[in-house]
């Protein structure tokens, strides 16, 4: 039994995310290392995540949910940390992966480096260019989807192998030094598939309707209120307008990161600059498959 890595999530009803989870993390760790907080005890999730750890919640709406959430979740990293060599933490819809050029599995990846330390991925987003990408997702997402673009907002400090604490919403954490390896990922589902996203936001929005608060009182983000969301098929043609670069060199985009770095007010938190960048990528073949 490995003690390299743990992953963790929390999840309420996103079951199309968390199969291509399970699927991924549980082939690479084994289902036994993985950690999925079932808010509202769901019978699905508890089904889909069979052979996992789950911890049952209470579902109640709440206007802090999101406060609440990564409190819970910086107490289980910090606990798994003492049995596990590096803790991965992060929302459903979010998979680390390490570029297939490198010749080893994300666990081989883990188990050479050494711990105490934070590790921070390149974000990049999924898109589903459906101008270009017909075809429905099956048992695999990359190679139906194959478009990505430059999401700043997601390199998140999500492997964590030293005491620390992650902010609300995984974007930031108190941890001095930027460690962004190379060939190191973190794909952001979340627009990845155009149904799936409108069935997705529907669900949010339900959650902050059914809670009663304004974004100004909430610590939820912006994207669950139907007032943020917008026309979800605009939103989509939109991926087509994005400026196409040729080639997958992301070294700029790391450099950017490093130039930028440094503490977030007086919060104790870490950040770097997150322009919007206007580009996409075209995933080399290698990825295809990956998840």
């Known amino acids: 039994m490995q003690s390299t890595a743990a992953v963790v999530t929390m999840v309420r009803d996103d079951h199309f995310f968390l199969k291509a989870w399970l699927r991924y993390y549980g082939a690479l760790f084994g289902r036994e290392n993985l950690y999925v907080i079932n808010h509202g005890r769901g019978a699905g999730v508890a089904e889909l995540a069979e052979g996992c750890n789950i911890i049952g919640l209470p579902g109640d709406p709440h206007k802090n949910f999101d406060m609440k959430r990564w409190r819970l979740l910086n107490g289980i990293v910090g606990g798994l940390k003492s049995y596990y060599k590096h803790v991965i933490v992060g929302d459903v819809d979010e998979l680390l992966v390490i570029d297939p050029e490198k010749g080893r599995t994300l666990l081989e990846f883990l188990e050479v480096r050494r711990a105490d330390q934070v590790l921070t991925p390149l974000g990049l987003e999924l898109i589903h260019r459906i101008d270009l990408e017909p075809d429905p997702i099956r048992d695999r997402i990359l190679g139906p989807r194959r478009h990505v673009r430059i999401a700043p ?122 322009p919007e960048y206007d580009a996409q990528y075209e995933l080399p073949e290698r990825f295809s498959g990956v998840f």
């Open 153 to 274: 907002h997601y390199s998140k400090p999500c492997v964590i192998s030293t005491g620390t604490k992650i902010a609300r919403g995984g974007h930031f954490a108190q941890y001095p030094k930027l460690n962004t390896p190379e060939a190191l990922y973190l794909f952001h589902l979340k627009f990845c598939d155009f149904e799936e996203y409108s069935a997705a936001m529907n669900r949010r929005n339900a959650v902050t309707s059914a809670i009663g608060a304004e974004i100004s009182d909430a610590s939820i983000g912006r994207h669950w209120f139907a007032s943020e969301r917008g026309e979800d098929r605009a939103l989509f043609d939109g991926f087509a307008q994005m400026s196409m670069v040729d080639g997958f060199d992301m070294q700029a985009y790391r450099k950017h990161m490093h130039d930028t770095f440094k503490l977030r007010g007086d919060t104790g938190f870490y950040e770097f600059d997150r």
